[in-house]
């Protein structure tokens, strides 16, 4: 009988019809499948599509059957049967595979071009059976592979077991053979028994080091779509010294997530699912590489029962015992880890400012050429810790004849590239015999590779260390203490802030912040942020009102003396600080408690030459009283910076009553603080200053009366600053109410100021006390205020050039009257001279030219 492609002739009479399919069945009795009837299962799983009308008719005359044997060809062609269907039946066609003991069957298509769409697949449409171990056995009870139409071509399919049936189903009148065509091919089925097969299970293996030292291993079906419902292990058992490689070249799965909550492949560092599990994977991969740590590897394939129509190819892949893999031994001489499934990959993960030293492999002896081992070293990275790594080279001896290290090399990476998967983006790369400097990573992350290539060397010997990362700049303290020094003789004008800023700062933490000036000096503070964390409820965050997380500054004298310039917490923000002249050093200290956290602070610093550090304000003293105001008042402040310092200094045994009478400064000391520009009061040298800012004062604020017979008036406004109304202060000699008062007594407040001060029209007595402008008619003008006689000046001044005016305009009119009298005495027909006919021409010099 023919041996591959079994057609029955179309028609030859009746007689001749039946013999020959006599003969037929006679000589394939050992291959023969019973002929099965009914229609193939749709893709939930029912064997009996519902269809309406009648159910198909088998049409004996379409069967196909394609049937191995030792002599005969091992591939062929198939194609649709030519089918007359008047009268538009359902029909059914079916095509068998059925291959040798030692064979499978792999089925093709090159054409398909069904009417329908899926999924719904109704009047015409293919179904396929992969999974038949029995060819007696009906379809009805056979798995089902799957149901097309259309024209997307169904994706190769190769049988489980011997054989595979395609099953037609049709109701066109007339059917071609172009609506579909493949090819098939008996293939080799050894490929696919990897090593001892187990017991009722046809993709269940052990692979034993001394049988087979190396080979491939693939799904059941590779390169076809493989089936649902699979339960796959393949065991890899080494012997002692040995490891175990696996290598997928080609790996195509169902991705369900990146769980693989689906089909998957997991890979465990053992003999069984018991042992620890190296990964989960699923989707399309490319040379996924896979090491175990000792002698034995377990590789478990699952697929679901799903109604999901899928048509994934499986896995290809090479497996490998060897004794010449990197031994392990030399990660465990530290914190290192070794990372399951890797060659030689180890991480190092921080114990908090840790310590340790990290090997090339085989050290102290020489490495294995062609050899790739990464190293992760990691410092810790929380809400309350955050660090950096540092690697100190002790040996180093990696021999390459390419100085540019294109074979073997040392790769460092500072900055995370692992993370992106940017392996071409190294920062550092070392070969040869000189020992590299120390690097430091640019945040918790550090990465190396090291590639022995073609060379052998000792290889390296590297020491790390974790350090607390404050990402604060400036020069850090050797101690690696939240302790930072700005030196003018390095930089001028930089940038500080908060641990960790912009992100939140660790609770329960304690930082210095030197600033150190040279002589001639001083060093200015602004702040461009400042939010501390605040849980109890205060107007302000200013000094006692501190007490949680807050920074304190301080100016330091040349004998080291520390004198505190304020304490700052919530959104209240420092001014601008300048030290005072002489003082070239200053200290800021940021403390914080255990219990929450914020965003901290940024500021910027500044050391200013004295010499052009010009002064605004002034000493004052000798005077009973006085008015000061900010630059350019009744106008706007300007918006640069400038400073201005006051110092008003009374007789002894009085104080200073500083009262504001216009204030109107930017900023708003409980919701963001005064960044921009600041009035500080000195009522007490030896104590920090009160700060104001904003457009409303409190009775506290606005009068402020000295502890001793001196006070200072600070007015500072930074380049940042947008400019304002400014304030007017009045100064007074007073002396409070418990001494004799030789001068005016105010009625409310109890002060003793001066009797000259009588009606000079300033508040001298303080707030809601006019006691010294009542009876003011008959008083004598010598005793008017400061304002008073600035206004008289004023006045004389506007007067004397108005005066000037009327008397030149007069002297116009007197002369124009006089001119105009000669004109109206000259006579009618008086001749007057006649002016020559010829003028000579003049030359004038034009104004733009001059």
């Not at 269940?204 to 087979?212: E, G, Q, V």
């Not at 800012?693 to 402020?704: A, F, H, M, S, W």
């Not at 002060?751 to 008959?778: H, Q, R, V, W, Y």
Request: glycine share 8%; with cysteine.
């Amino acid at each position: 009988m023919p041996d591959t492609f079994r057609q029955e002739p179309e028609s030859n009479g009746a007689v001749i019809w039946c013999l020959y399919h006599l003969m037929s069945m006679i000589l394939m009795v050992p291959y023969l499948i019973a002929s099965v009837s009914g229609s193939a299962s749709n893709s939930v799983g029912v064997h009996h599509s519902l269809f309406t009308h009648p159910p198909p008719t088998r049409a004996p005359k379409c069967d196909r059957m394609f049937i191995s044997n030792a002599v005969g060809r091992k591939n062929g062609t198939f194609e649709a049967p030519l089918i007359f269907n008047p009268m538009n039946h359902s029909r059914q066609c079916i095509f068998t595979f059925i291959a040798a003991e030692d064979e499978r069957v792999k089925v093709t298509f090159n054409k398909f071009n069904l009417r329908d769409s899926p999924p719904e697949c109704n009047n015409e449409f293919v179904d396929l059976y992969t999974e038949i171990d029995d060819p007696l056995i009906d379809l009805i009870k056979t798995p089902f592979g799957g149901r097309y139409c259309g024209r997307i071509l169904p994706r190769t399919r190769i049988s489980m077991y011997q054989t595979l049936v395609i099953g037609f189903h049709t109701d066109v009148t007339v059917e071609t053979s172009d609506i579909f065509r493949g090819t098939y091919e008996f293939v080799n089925a050894s490929k696919y028994e990897i090593g001892t097969p187990a017991p009722s299970s046809v993709c269940t293996f052990t692979i034993y080091h001394d049988r087979k030292k190396e080979g491939s291993f693939v799904s059941p079906t590779y390169p076809g779509v493989y089936p649902k419902n699979l339960n796959c292990q393949y065991r890899f058992l080494g012997g002692a010294g040995q490891r175990v490689r696996v290598e997928f070249m080609d790996f195509d799965l169902f991705y369900g997530g990146p769980h693989c909550p689906f089909d998957h492949v997991k890979v465990y560092d053992g003999s069984s699912s018991e042992d620890p599990l190296i990964g989960t994977y699923c989707g399309q991969r490319r040379n996924l590489m896979v090491y175990s740590s000792a002698e034995n590897l377990y590789v478990e394939f699952k697929t679901l029962k799903r109604t999901a129509d899928t048509q994934n190819r499986g896995f290809s892949g090479f497996f490998e015992f060897s004794e010449v893999f990197v031994n392990l031994a030399f990660i465990g001489k530290n914190d290192a880890q070794h990372i399951r499934g890797t060659e030689c990959d180890q991480k190092v993960l921080s114990k908090q400012e840790s310590n340790g030293t990290v090997y090339s492999p085989n050290w102290p002896f020489l490495y294995y050429s062609h050899i790739m081992c990464r190293y992760y070293i990691y410092g810790m990275e929380d809400a309350q810790n955050l660090e950096k790594v540092r690697l100190e080279f002790d040996k180093f001896d990696i021999p390459n004849d390419d100085e540019e290290c294109n074979d073997a090399y040392l790769k460092i990476y500072l900055q995370g590239q692992e993370e992106r998967h940017a392996v071409d983006e190294y920062d550092h790369v070392f070969c040869g015999e000189v020992v590299p400097p120390s690097v430091v990573s640019e945040g918790p992350r550090l990465m190396m590779i090291f590639s022995s290539g073609s060379s052998q060397g000792k290889g390296f010997k590297v020491r790390y260390t974790f350090e607390t990362d404050y990402r604060v700049p400036g020069t850090p303290s050797p101690s690696g203490k939240c302790h930072f020094t700005y030196k003018s003789e390095s930089r001028k004008t930089g940038e500080f802030n908060s641990p960790r800023y912009p992100a939140n700062y660790p609770s329960n933490i304690y930082c210095q912040y030197i600033f150190k000036g040279l002589p001639g000096e001083q060093v200015q503070f602004v702040f461009n942020y400042f939010k501390t964390k605040r849980l109890l409820s205060t107007s302000s965050g200013y000094n006692e009102m501190c007490t949680e997380d807050w920074i304190e500054i301080f100016e330091v004298y040349p004998s080291g003396r520390e004198n505190k310039f304020g304490k700052y917490c919530s959104k209240t923000a420092p001014g601008p600080i300048v030290s005072d002249v002489g003082i070239h050093d200053m200290k800021v200290i940021f403390r914080t408690d255990k219990v929450d956290v914020a965003s901290g602070f940024s500021a910027t610093y500044l050391f200013i030459s004295s010499a052009q550090n010009l002064d605004c304000g002034g000493n004052v003293t000798g005077s009973a009283n006085g008015v000061i105001t900010s630059p350019r008042f009744p106008s706007k402040y300007e918006a640069h910076r400038q400073l201005c310092n006051w110092y008003i200094t009374v007789r002894p045994f009085h104080k200073v009553l500083l009262l504001f009478d216009f204030f109107l400064i930017e900023g708003e000391p409980d919701e963001r603080g005064c960044p921009g520009a600041v009035v500080r009061v000195w009522s007490d040298l030896s104590q920090p200053p009160i700060e104001l800012c904003g457009e409303k004062l409190t009775n506290d604020t606005r009068q402020i009366l000295s502890s001793s017979s001196v006070l200072k008036l600070q007015f500072v406004t930074a380049n940042k600053a947008v400019g304002s109304g400014g304030f007017k202060a009045v100064w007074t000699e007073v002396q409070e109410a418990d001494t004799v008062c030789k001068g005016l007594l105010c009625g409310q407040s109890g002060f003793c100021i001066s009797s000259s001060l009588k009606c000079n029209k300033l508040p001298n007595c303080g707030i809601n006390d006019d006691t010294d402008e009542k009876n003011c008619k008959n008083f004598p003008p010598q005793h008017c205020g400061a304002k008073e006689v600035h206004m008289d000046m004023y006045l004389v001044v506007g007067l004397s050039v108005g005066a000037a005016i009327f008397s030149i305009l007069a002297l116009c009119a007197i002369c124009h009257r006089k001119r105009k009298r000669r004109r109206d005495h000259i006579p009618p027909f008086e001749h007057r001279p006649q002016l020559p006919r010829e003028v000579p021409s003049m030359h004038f010099m034009s104004v733009d030219s001059v």
